[in-house]
């Protein structure tokens, strides 16, 4: 399958993140991509190839231009502060919450930073902006690839990841929504409809933001139950959609612990919508924290059951787009990335 990887993903490396009140080694580390990598290029089967568009334009459709800014200045903007915080992560230090304002933007950075993040979890290095960049540079290419109708699939290998970021917020270690550009670029170059399937272990809670009111992407999602798990506060099963959106959000929550046949039966409510609403092509947001093996998530699906979620999602029919999101079984990771391509391909 047609693979877009960008080098300067290896510019995104924070070194720590916090856990239970302590910093522990970041989950989210270049070496997860580097995995994905040498199992595609190992495979033989697979044609990586660097972005070759600029998605700059694309950005606005889909983020706000204050949160846009704030972010791509944010590490020039923390060594101002001073110097020695080269050698330093920034972390928020005030959230507008319920009773406060989020219209009006705080000179003061670490308050900024508050304002344009959900949590405390999403740690910032110096190459952030250059490898969020490259990494929407991989979806837009990707789905141009896709919109050029000679590819039945493209793979879009970026990190960070992108679908707990909205419009104008950063969070759960992402910073620009891969996906969401992806489905927005296909919209913009003819597609009617969109569907996103989201099957990675934690709710997408910035893609349905984005298009929650909206009935031209479905968000649909297999996660893990919010009232315990990441991202807590929204992927709750009675949301369903806003407005013109309504019907148009499918959450499948379940609870940590679910096995692979459970989770298989989902995948089926999930694809029957995508296929009732006439969706004209899939963007796959694929994280593979699914994995029995993963440091952080608790669902049960084996390296084999991700060549069987390729496989399902070939029988759908659709032009599909796959774009990488969370997995961190770093080890296990690349060939459980190329579970699902070759699973799709049938080969
Ligand atoms: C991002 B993606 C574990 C903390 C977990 C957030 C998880 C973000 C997952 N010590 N914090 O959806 O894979
Ligand atoms: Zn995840």
């Not at 000679?150 to 910073?175: I, K, L, Q, T």
């Not at 997408?204 to 139950?225: I, K, M, T």
Request: glycine share 10%.
């Amino acid at each position: 399958m047609l693979t877009y990887l960008s080098e300067q993903h290896l510019l995104h490396a924070p070194t720590h993140e916090f856990f239970r009140g302590a910093l522990v080694p970041c989950h989210e580390t270049p070496s997860r991509l580097n995995s994905v990598q040498a199992a595609l290029q190992a495979s033989g089967r697979h044609r990586l190839l660097a972005p070759e568009l600029d998605s700059r334009a694309l950005l606005v459709r889909v983020h706000t231009p204050r949160y846009l800014h704030f972010l791509e200045h944010a590490w020039d903007e923390w060594l101002a502060l001073d110097p020695a915080n080269a050698g330093r992560q920034p972390w928020p230090s005030t959230w507008p919450v319920r009773s406060l304002r989020a219209d009006r933007e705080p000179r003061e950075f670490s308050a900024r930073l508050g304002l344009f993040s959900f949590d405390s979890g999403t740690p910032l290095s110096s190459g952030t902006w250059a490898a969020a960049k490259a990494g929407a540079d991989a979806a837009f290419s990707a789905a141009a690839r896709l919109l050029s109708g000679r590819e039945r699939a493209v793979f879009s290998a970026s990190r960070p990841p992108g679908h707990h970021a909205g419009a104008d917020f950063m969070g759960g270690y992402c910073f620009l929504n891969n996906a969401a550009l992806a489905a927005q670029a296909l919209l913009d170059g003819g597609c009617a409809r969109v569907a996103l399937l989201d099957v990675d272990y934690h709710h997408g809670n910035g893609s349905q933001s984005l298009f929650e009111a909206r009935a031209d992407v479905l968000y649909v999602s297999l996660h893990g139950d919010p009232a315990t798990e990441y991202p807590f506060f929204l992927g709750h099963a009675d949301e369903t959609g806003v407005g013109e959106g309504n019907g148009y959000t499918l959450n499948l929550p379940m609870p940590a612990g679910t096995n692979a046949a459970t989770w298989f039966a989902a995948l089926e409510t999930a694809c029957a919508r995508v296929l009732e609403v006439g969706a004209e092509a899939l963007v796959v947001s694929l994280g593979l924290d699914a994995y029995e093996g993963d440091p952080i998530s608790r669902f049960g699906l084996s390296s084999a059951d991700f060549a069987r979620l390729g496989a399902r999602l070939y029988g759908l029919g659709l032009p599909t787009l796959f774009v990488l999101e969370g997995g961190y079984a770093t080890a296990q990771l690349g060939l459980n990335a190329l579970a699902v391509l070759d699973g799709f391909e049938r080969t």
